[in-house]
């Protein structure tokens, strides 16, 4: 850090008039919000000044480093683990954390995963794993390393990691700066880095249901979170995944856990299978962890094992029925015919409208909130038959929810043609 003097207004201005912000004013602002010295407007204002000017790599990698310098980096090298954890960029219906963890730690890999909640239009892992009756996230340093001595994985709030990430990521949920590229970099990033795994996967999504608005964006990202990683000496790849369409058939904290059981006991959507062994495949080889095959967890029932086991050891009671909305409404078709194409985000906005996430910092989500999606893309209607099913425990969510699938999903004559879930690979 230089002796020059920083504000907040002149840093907001560098960046509002398309300027390149400093080392050094970077390092402030980030010191400066983490303690209190940079007020939640005046960072709301620079984040939109970000989310409109962009950041060029060299920004992008020195805003990381900052917020991975204002907590604890962990460090399992001790333990003597072969340690790798995945992130997903966000997207909609997308649970594939509760399935992936187990099945990777049932093949020997240990998995320390620091998971966010919700965030915009997007489900969080928290949010998720918190539906199950007694489960905690708010897990120790100390406790996150027995967990990953004793059954291999731990599922945990950031808490001390990255607390400028934990202050910015609640303060980007409510200020229509989440869709990012700079800002959801240095995010998952600085997270992830922080967390110990020896080496990542990144889930990178693309379609309607990403923040990215584009392949080309998502691409990008993917590549600039891929460098950022190796970087800083953690092997690092990413997969590029369709999410035009929803993953899996269930929108929502409880609705998603329910589906993910489903999984874990050899059943559930092909697609959230699908992505499930791809991405625990990439996370083993990693690892460098040969001859275990992903799929055979999930038919033997070690999997299962493994995630209730993790539940238990956070609290969980899976014995308790999971929460369901006490209202609801049915989305039926009005003619026969194939299901076309349905819209990820508008039905993520509409599990957000109806509770699922969350319109202002802290805010408590509802559990039971979410949708059902009946039939899904390439599927045969019958009229009148059910589509959606929403659900939520305030009534007066349902007709705005209901607003946002006006349009949201057709009903065609033929089957429309198949859409990859892989699209592509990243490893530099």
Known sequence: ???????????????????RLSDAAIDWVIEAYTDGRVAPEQMSALLMAIFLRGMDRKEIARWTAAMLA??????????????????????????????LVPVVTACGAAVPQAAGRGLGHTGGTLDKLESIAGFSAELSNHRVREQLRDIGAAIFAAG???????????????????????LVA??????????????LVL??????????????????????????????GVPTRALLTDMEAPLGATVGNSLEVEESLEVLAGGGPP?????????????????????RDPAETLRDGSAMDRFRRLVAAQGGDLAKPLPI????????????????DID???????????????????????????????????????????????????????PPAMAELDGAFSVVADPPPRRPLIIDRITR
């Open 1 to 19: 850090m230089t002796g020059t003097v920083f504000d907040a207004p002149t840093v907001i201005r560098c960046k509002r008039d398309g300027g």
């Open 70 to 99: 204002s907590g604890p980096r962990l460090d399992f090298t001790d333990l003597g683990l072969a340690t790798v954890d995945k992130h997903s960029t966000g997207g909609v219906g997308d649970k594939i954390t509760l399935p």
């Open 160 to 182: 001390e990691l990255a607390p400028a990430d934990a202050k910015l990521y609640a303060l980007r949920d409510v200020t229509g700066t989440v869709e990012s590229l700079p």
């Open 186 to 199: 240095s995010s998952v990033m600085s997270k992830k880095l922080a967390e110990g795994a020896a080496a």
């Open 203 to 232: 889930d990178v999504k693309v379609g309607s249901g990403a923040f990215m608005n584009s392949e080309a964006e998502s691409r990008d990202l993917a590549h600039t979170m891929v460098e950022l990683g190796i970087a800083h």
């Open 271 to 291: 697609d959230v299978v699908e992505l499930t062994v791809r991405l625990a495949t990439e996370m083993l080889d990693l690892a460098g962890i040969d001859g």
């Open 325 to 340: 909305g006490r209202h609801s409404e049915t989305v039926t078709a009005a003619r026969g015919g194939t299901m076309g």
């Open 344 to 398: 990820a985000m508008a039905v993520g906005l509409a599990a957000w409208r109806l509770g699922a996430g969350r319109s202002r910092p802290g805010a408590r989500v509802q559990h039971g909130a979410g949708v059902r999606i009946h039939r899904r893309r390439g599927e045969p209607v019958v009229a009148g038959e059910a589509l959606f099913t929403l659900y939520t425990d305030t009534p007066d969510r349902l």
